[in-house]
């Protein structure tokens, strides 16, 4: 019996019509086989809204208004930017419908030990006075619309998207699995290492900085967790991929940043969250490649679950979010378990190590006892048996 199953999450359905609700009973019992199951108001552990009915608007904004440990999942054909709240985009996919279920079941469990009273002594949010709701508006009608755009999801991409937004790499198969050893790239030898001992300075000193790299400017923010680039997304792909000189007369440096900060609000769609812009950067500089210093036949481990709403989600990064962050697996089995192609579970690790959400499981807990075998989506096909021939020779 799978661990949905056992403890599926208790949700509660709200601006639907009796169709709708017939149709998400059935679609959380069949194609999300089991994750959630529809309860009573009173019960629930997550509220799932249709963001497209006619009071949807009116009825998310009274539930937002109430203090709960309940967690809210909205179902909208636009993106749905509204804080504490997960977003699937419709029509639902089952990876992503799984995906936001175990991202509110991870938040609501999280929620119940930080706000252990309001856990307790919660009946139903029902049953708390009603406020006068404060409307918010799925659109950003302010001054500052550019620069929060640069904060919120870059793009979600499928399979016939990655290659050509990611890039491949010459001479590597980093899908074959005899290949894997030399499926790596190193951070440091990037721009994408360079940024991120960058941003470690600026935030160890609490310092605005700017990094000469002899490319574009590059002011990195601490207090607002910002990065301002003079450069636009197209370019700074293009530049994530190219190997760096380590000569010193190429060696980058930072130094305060001595102008007015109001010189770079004047163009405030060049900020980057510094979250989403390590994020990206590592994925488009892996190419679908995995770390160095991951050891591809040790388990890895997800610490907790990424910020998607504000993240590039690449192919089956909720997938294998839901995976990694139950037990420690190798990267290999993670594809092998998902039936996907390993790149897309490389590119993934990149990201999440890049922003120090994975890590090596080297606890004696995690070498104790194996993670369960799970059953691949599909039959087992030719990278499954190759992986289990390559063991089979270890043996």
């Keep these: 019996m799978s661990n949905n199953a056992k403890s599926p999450l208790k949700v509660a359905l709200h601006a639907m019509d009796e169709r709708s609700v017939r149709?998400?009973?059935?679609?959380l019992k069949g194609p999300c086989q089991g994750a959630a199951?529809?309860?009573?108001?009173?019960?629930?552990?997550?509220?799932?809204?249709?963001?497209?009915s006619v009071n949807a608007k009116q009825l998310l904004a009274e539930r937002l208004a109430k203090p709960?440990?309940?967690?809210?999942?909205?179902?909208?054909?636009?993106?749905?930017?509204?804080?504490?709240v997960v977003s699937v985009k419709k029509p639902v996919k089952s990876e992503d419908m799984l995906g936001a279920l175990a991202e509110a079941k991870a938040r609501f469990e999280q929620a119940k030990k930080n706000s252990p009273t309001i856990a307790d002594n919660e009946a139903s949010v029902d049953d708390i006075p009603e406020e006068k709701p404060v409307l918010k508006s799925y659109t950003i009608n302010t001054d500052e619309q550019n620069k929060t755009s640069k904060h919120q999801t870059a793009m979600q991409l499928n399979e016939a998207a990655f290659g050509t937004y990611i890039g491949n790499v010459q001479g590597v198969d980093v899908n074959d699995p005899a290949q894997f050893a030399k499926a790596t790239y190193v951070p440091k030898d990037y721009f994408q290492g360079y940024i991120q001992s960058a941003i470690n300075t600026c935030q160890d000193k609490n310092e605005t900085l700017q990094l000469h790299s002899g490319w574009r400017q590059l002011v990195l923010l601490p207090q607002s967790h910002e990065i301002w680039l003079d450069a636009e997304d197209k370019e700074l792909r293009a530049f994530a991929s190219l190997k760096l000189d380590h000569a010193p007369s190429k060696k980058m440096s930072l130094s305060p940043f001595h102008s007015?900060?109001?010189?770079?609000?004047?163009?405030?769609?060049?900020?980057?969250?510094?979250?989403?812009?390590?994020?990206?950067?590592?994925?488009?500089?892996?190419?679908?490649?995995?770390?160095?210093?991951?050891?591809?036949?040790?388990?890895?481990?997800?610490?907790?679950w990424p910020n998607f709403s504000r993240l590039l989600i690449t192919p089956h990064a909720m997938r294998i979010a839901a995976l990694l962050v139950q037990e420690p697996r190798t990267l290999g089995d993670v594809a092998v378990v998902l039936n996907i192609k390993p790149q897309y579970v490389f590119v993934f690790v990149s990201a999440a190590h890049a922003m120090g959400l994975v890590a090596q499981a080297r606890r004696e807990s995690d070498e104790l006892v194996q993670p369960p075998d799970l059953n691949p989506i599909k039959k087992q096909g030719l990278l499954g048996r190759i992986i289990s021939k390559l063991r089979g020779n270890k043996a």
């Design 23 to 27: 149709t998400m009973v059935m679609y």
């Design 68 to 84: 709960t440990v309940k967690q809210v999942i909205v179902l909208s054909l636009q993106n749905v930017y509204l804080d504490n």
């Design 37 to 52: 199951v529809v309860v009573d108001k009173a019960s629930a552990e997550v509220d799932i809204f249709d963001g497209d």
């Design 260 to 304: 007015e900060l109001s010189t770079l609000t004047k163009s405030p769609e060049k900020f980057h969250s510094m979250d989403a812009f390590v994020w990206k950067l590592a994925c488009w500089t892996s190419k679908g490649r995995y770390p160095d210093s991951i050891d591809v036949d040790h388990p890895v481990y997800l610490k907790h």
